[in-house]
């Protein structure tokens, strides 16, 4: 599979946003960090997206280190979809209704 660009579905863009701003709040170091492991994850997503175990029959995931952080992202037509960046311990498949509105 080709090196492709990861798209994310508007809702992973706020899971995203919402936990940034979290750890904005307890300090710009912590959220800094934050984002540079979420940028490693997104990159290696990219270059080798079959790489990661399946968490279902069509999606995969990467857990971010040291954040609760797993990105879960399904591959369809070559295209990398993030469907979530979801907390690991707060309500678990709530990106479910995600799939399918790409």
């Avoid at 879960?72 to 209704?97: D, F, G, S």
Wanted: aromatic share 14%; charged share 30%.
């Amino acid at each position: 599979m080709a090196r492709t660009k990861a798209l994310f579905h508007p809702s992973a863009s706020e899971d995203y946003d919402a936990a940034y701003a979290w750890y904005f709040t307890h300090g710009i170091g912590i959220a800094n960090d934050f984002e540079r492991e979420i940028e490693r994850c997104l990159r290696l997503i990219e270059e080798a997206p079959l790489r990661w175990p399946r968490y279902d029959a069509q999606r995969r995931r990467m857990i971010a280190r040291k954040f609760p952080y797993p990105i879960i992202y399904e591959i369809i037509n070559e295209q990398i979809t993030v469907l979530a960046v979801a907390h690991a311990r707060r309500r678990p498949y709530y990106w479910r209704e995600r799939i399918g509105e790409t």
